[in-house]
C-alpha cells in the first residue's frame, strides 16, 4: 500500500487522513509551543517525504534532522563558530540530501 498524504487512518477521534492530521496539528497543538514559521517548514518537509513514497514515521524523522540541522547550523554561524561559506556549504549539503 504506498501512503499518501490522503491515506486514511483512526485517529482518536476516528477516521481521518493524513493530510487533516498535519492541518490539525498546524492549527492547533504545534502552534502552542513552536513558532508557526517553524512548524510550517516542518509540515512542508514531511509532506514532501510523505508524497515522495516515504513512511509517515520516516517522513516525520527526515524532517526532524533537516530542521534540527538547519536550526544548529544557523546557531553556529549565529555565535561566530562558522563562517558564512560554512553556513551555505552545510545548507547546500543538507538541501542535496533531502532531495535525494
Do not use: H, W
Not at 491515506?7 to 477516521?15: A, Q, V, Y
Not at 502552542?32 to 514531511?46: G, I, P, S, Y
Request: charge should be negative.
Amino acid at each position: 500500500m504506498k501512503i499518501t498524504l490522503d491515506t486514511r487512518f483512526n485517529g482518536s477521534l476516528g477516521p481521518v487522513t493524513l493530510r487533516e492530521a498535519v492541518q490539525q496539528l498546524k492549527a492547533y497543538d504545534l502552534t502552542c509551543t513552536v513558532r508557526a514559521d517553524a512548524v510550517e517548514q516542518k509540515v512542508t518537509v514531511f509532506s514532501d517525504c510523505v508524497e515522495r513514497g516515504f513512511t509517515p514515521l520516516r517522513s516525520e524523522i527526515m524532517a526532524a534532522y533537516y530542521m534540527a540541522e538547519r536550526d544548529a547550523t544557523t546557531e553556529a554561524f549565529d555565535r561566530g563558530l562558522i563562517t558564512e561559506g560554512e553556513l551555505e556549504q552545510k545548507r547546500t549539503l543538507l538541501m542535496r540530501q533531502y532531495l535525494a
